[in-house]
């Protein structure tokens, strides 16, 4: 017959067990949001994917900071705080470079393009410059940009690598 203290003592180690193995649940659904990540164009390598490489036009400057920061295509998600999957820091190049979004399965997405010109790291209106996936227009009332929503932004990303150019915009 088993004792009292044993049996509490094996229904204390799967109690613990059950809420360490929840929180392990709880831990990817949470990380999967606001990942920074680095530009390595071997992501957009040929046979490489799924992946988006990424073409950005028209940056004014090469001073200050980059950020790319890829979403869901959805409505929950597009242009919300903290919820964009990834953002990848990159030092802007005047003219046109290219960067490399991996992505962690095929489905769909959009893209949103923001030069910190002056690299304060915060959202500066009347000098930043934006772009997103799909290239809308990017309107502004009494000042303050009204972005377009994710129906004109999102794109399908398929298995291997996606090429879609986003040319930056700039209100000044």
Known sequence: MISFKRFARGKTVLA???VIGAMSVSVPAAAQYARVISNDMRECAS???????????????????????????????WLRSQRYL?????????GSMTVCVPLDSTGRYAIAVQHDENGN?????????VGMSNNPRVGSFLGV????????????????????????????
């Open 16 to 18: 613990a067990a059950a």
């Open 47 to 77: 046979g490489e994917g799924p992946a988006v490489r990424v073409t950005i036009t028209g940056l004014r400057s090469s001073r200050g900071n980059l950020f790319v920061r890829t979403y869901n295509a959805t409505d929950r998600d």
């Open 86 to 94: 990834t953002r990848l820091d990159a030092r802007p190049r005047q």
């Open 121 to 129: 790291r915060e959202v500066d209106y009347s000098t930043d410059g």
């Open 145 to 172: 940009p009204t972005p377009p929503g994710v129906d004109r932004t999102g794109f399908n990303a398929a298995s291997g690598v996606t090429r879609i150019t986003i040319n930056m915009q700039y209100r000044n």
